[in-house]
């Protein structure tokens, strides 16, 4: 059964930080491009960032600069690090992993407010 679980969502302060986590299991997780997408209330859901298997990072415009997506292939783990933080990053955070198959996580909600 493949599963990929999201954690490390919660409330922020505007300029604070927070780091996302994603575990998967039920995959070759070295095989996956993995990534990372959000959607927020009455918007459709966007690309984050992604790394590709050999390590190749790609970020959206708007998090350029302030989020830094990382992988660890022997924990089977995908991470976003998420600083100096605005409240229109609030939004929920969904892994993603694609190869020949693509998977979804959960979600994990990321608030940032005062």
């Known amino acids: 059964q493949v599963q990929l679980v999201e954690s490390g969502g919660g409330l922020a302060q505007p300029g604070g930080s927070l780091r996302l986590s994603c575990a998967a299991s039920g995959i070759i997780f070295s095989t996956y491009v993995m990534a990372w997408y959000r959607q927020a209330p009455g918007k459709q859901r966007e690309l984050v960032a992604n790394i590709t298997k050999s390590g190749w990072r790609n970020y959206a415009d708007f998090v350029k600069g302030r989020f830094t997506i990382s992988r660890d292939n022997a924990k089977k783990a995908v991470y976003l690090q998420m600083d100096s933080l605005k409240p229109e990053d609030t939004a929920v955070y969904y892994c993603?992993?694609?190869?020949?198959?693509?998977?979804w996580g959960q979600g994990t909600q990321v608030t940032v407010s005062s």
């Open positions: 993603h992993g694609r190869s020949f198959n693509v998977y």
